[in-house]
């Protein structure tokens, strides 16, 4: 009677073990992929000139995960085939001796990895490391070969290695390249909307990368869910690269890609764009209108000289509240309108004028406007002003009261008082 009671309670041992052996198996899976997909996420981020820690801290655990998945499956299947062609050829049985079959180890199992890494442009020292890595990787696998007493213990021994190679090639694609994303337009609950590069999301957040022209900034945002009420994402056929080395405390953009001719003025336009984006009066990154910046461009230097106002250039009229509310209509469209100065710099000779004007009757609907200005007729709070201009950007407005308002940025090619004081 004792030994059958003793011989279920070792079956019960033995399937909890199995168990636990399971479970931890699992887990050890988990935790590998996720630093696997965090590894390379922090050098996506990196090439990005994005924040790593903090973003990392913010991104859903989906996001983590599937990275890891992605960038592992390579290997995986480099892995897989590796052991079908083993297996047909009959290595199931006994040790794993023989020359041929470490050629076909290390031909299917490291060197496509390795060619497909070269092949995608890594920078020198990425190429160095991955070669140095490919080179680790074929030794551990020549070992795995030799001492693996059957063909199980081998088949994870390959898995093993070769998955965690394509995981450091993986790393080393995206070190300093620029990154293939999604783009995402993302419409708020308040009425505002925004848009950015899309890093993850997830039943409660959406974490965007800004960007000025699909360049990001520096910047990160992650919006709680609750708030977004349509999200539409897109593939565009740039891939995203830093707008300059520093661009949130110093402005920088690199415009070293374009022609000399044209470096003054994208300098000009894309500092513009980057302080609008990055001001922190804006509840989220306003949208910016390429279809203005494209105008601007063409036009640039009627907006960039200090002149006399030219009341009747042609233009669109249209009021603060049209242009806040239709902002869309107006895109890459030079427009008329006119509001009441609430705050405005100081005049320079070397910078234009930024002013902030409200619907004279309305205070809900606001707009800031750089236009160049005569050294005899700054603008100053409290005039009603007409002004020509591009609507660059729209957003909604929080004011250090905690207010909320819609308020459009423009750049203006002249501003006139309407009523000039005697």
Known sequence: ?????????????????????????????????ALVGGGVISARLKSLGLPIDSTLAVLPRETVLIAGVRVLSGGLLAALVVILVLWVLGGRGGRFRSAA??????????????????????????????????SVAAGVLVLVVVRSPSFGQLSVGIFVVVATLGGVLAFARAWDQPIALDFADVQLRDGGRTNGFLLGESASVLVLAPDVLYRTIGRTVAIPRSEVIDLRLSRVKQRATPIGPNPVS????????????RRKSEKVVQQTLLRIRLSAQWKHSPLIFRQSVAAWRRGFDQFAHIGRPHPHEPGQRATLRD?????PIFGGKIVITRGRVLEATPWARTEPQTVVLREPDA???????????????????GEDVRLRGLVLAAGVFVSGAGAERNRVAMVCSWAQEVNPRR
């Open 101 to 134: 079959l470490y050629g076909i180890v290390l031909v299917l199992g490291v060197v496509p990895l390795l060619a497909f890494t070269l092949a995608s442009g890594v920078t020198t020292g990425m190429a160095l490391a991955s070669v140095a890595a490919a």
């Open 363 to 381: 205070e809900r609907y606001l707009a800031t406007c750089e236009v160049w200005r005569p050294q005899s007729s700054p603008l100053k709070p």
């Open 1 to 33: 009677m004792q030994e059958p009671a003793r011989a279920q309670s070792g079956t019960r041992t033995d399937t909890r073990r199995l168990v636990l052996e399971l479970a931890g198996a699992a887990a050890g899976i988990v935790v590998f992929v």
């Open 250 to 261: 110093n402005f920088t953009v690199d415009v070293s890609r374009f022609p000399a001719a």
């Open 323 to 327: 242009l806040n509310e239709q902002t």
